[in-house]
């Protein structure tokens, strides 16, 4: 799922990271910006997963984290919003 495809809708672009929306599998699918390492986005999510124990309302992460292009790549779980 690493590659933008057909069915890969652009959410949002520009100054920290690529955010697509993958229908067929129904992931947000991020792609940071260059020089971000693994490490910096495991902060990150380890951030996210905080806000989730404190109750917000935040999108499960998929902790396998890919690599295109020296870009990292983040998986996430789709929400609706209201």
């Known amino acids: 799922m690493n590659k933008k495809r057909s ?3 652009r959410l949002s ?4 990271n690529d ?3 993958d229908e067929e599998y129904n992931k947000v699918v991020r792609k940071s910006k ?3 390492t693994k490490e910096m986005v495991l902060q990150e999510i ?7 124990m404190q109750g917000v309302n ?3 992460v998929d902790h396998n984290l ?3 292009d020296e870009r990292v790549i983040t998986y996430f779980d789709y ?4």
């Open 7 to 9: 069915n890969q809708f």
């Open 13 to 16: 672009g520009g100054l920290q």
């Open 19 to 21: 955010v697509f929306f």
């Open 34 to 36: 260059l020089g971000r």
């Open 46 to 52: 380890q951030f996210i997963n905080f806000l989730h």
């Open 58 to 60: 935040v999108p499960r």
């Open 66 to 68: 890919g690599k295109e």
């Open 79 to 82: 929400i609706n919003g209201e």
